[in-house]
């Protein structure tokens, strides 16, 4: 049987972030599409030019509209932009029994566009992180969800835990933000405790614009196939290798990753280690 995902999020015009890098991720796995439209940017490489906000009753009839029709495997939320849209995005969810649920904690976009209102950020927590299978912020934005500042390893946990306590099932910290020249490391801890750090060699690129979305996407489109979450998330991470490591050189700043990579490349992808 076809798995059909559900991302809700943002339209980048550009084409490697957003709906649409969510939307050729879970093409490139096999996946069958559908989206929920939250707002649209004016985007390219070298940036935000424009954000333009769809009013909230819009994104709940998108929701419904898909919910109602199709038996929908997993649901990834990227960029959702304000606290109207969140509530109108839970209540959605969980009127509708709520799939398996990818929380994408988009804030800021490369360039330093803000793509969620400050007074969101409340609303995030209280409303849709309850609900999350797995919440994947990168190092900001973790920093933001738990109200602290993330300097060493050791405040990965502190930070996590604090994530946890919102009550969602999982949370991944990516450390594509990170100074480490060699590695790209991501910590995965579980609300029961369980944890492990995945770990791959860093592409030297300034083209990555868009990794989160489409590390993301990958999680959810694999979940939908009936992966579990561990293998959904090193599967996820040899997506996003593969993607940076056969970059396009578009645009003049930094330009998307390769959405078609995978299914070529996940052979020879460069190792993917789990640290238990
Ligand atoms: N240069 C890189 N080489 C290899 N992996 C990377 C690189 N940059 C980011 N990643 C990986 O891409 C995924 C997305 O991380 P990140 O870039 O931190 O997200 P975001 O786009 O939300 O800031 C993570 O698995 C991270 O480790
Ligand atoms: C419409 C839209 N949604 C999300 C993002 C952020 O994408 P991300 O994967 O975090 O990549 P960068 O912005 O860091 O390159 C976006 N830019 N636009």
């Known amino acids: 049987m076809t798995s059909v995902a559900l991302t809700i999020a943002g339209s980048d015009s550009g084409g490697g972030a957003g709906i649409q890098a969510d939307l050729k991720t879970f093409q490139e796995l096999g996946v069958f599409g559908t989206s929920a439209l939250t707002a649209v940017t004016a985007q390219n490489t070298l940036g935000v030019h424009g954000v333009y906000p769809i009013e909230a009753a819009g994104v709940t009839a998108q929701i419904q509209a898909v919910l ?11 960029m959702l932009f304000s606290a109207d849209i969140i509530e109108a995005v839970a209540v959605s969810l969980r009127n509708n029994g709520c799939p398996p649920l990818v929380i994408d904690p988009v804030m800021i976009a490369k360039g330093g566009a803000s793509l969620l209102k400050d007074e969101a950020v409340t609303a995030l927590k209280a ?5 999350a299978t797995l ?3 990168n190092i900001p934005e973790a920093e933001v969800l738990a109200d602290m500042t993330i300097q060493s390893t050791a405040d990965y946990e502190e930070a996590a835990n604090r994530i946890l306590s919102s009550g969602a099932k999982a949370v991944i910290l990516k450390g594509g933000h990170s100074n480490d020249a060699q590695f790209a490391e991501d910590f995965f801890f579980r609300a029961d405790g369980y944890s492990f750090t995945i770990k791959s060699e860093r592409i030297a ?17 694999f979940i939908s196939q009936g992966k579990s979450l561990q293998e959904a998330v090193r ?17 003049g700043g930094h330009g998307p990753t390769n959405h078609w990579a995978y299914n070529r490349l996940k052979q020879d992808a460069k ?5 238990e």
């Open 68 to 78: 109602d029709d199709f038996s929908v495997g997993a649901v990834k939320t990227g």
């Open 271 to 275: 190792e993917v280690v789990i640290i």
């Open 235 to 251: 599967e996820a991470k040899v997506f996003i290798q593969a993607a940076i490591s056969d970059g396009l050189q578009l645009g």
């Open 205 to 221: 690129t300034k083209d990555t614009h868009g990794t989160g979305c489409t590390f993301s996407a990958a999680i959810t489109a």
């Open 135 to 137: 919440v994947t912020p």
């Open 127 to 131: 409303h849709l992180l309850p609900l």
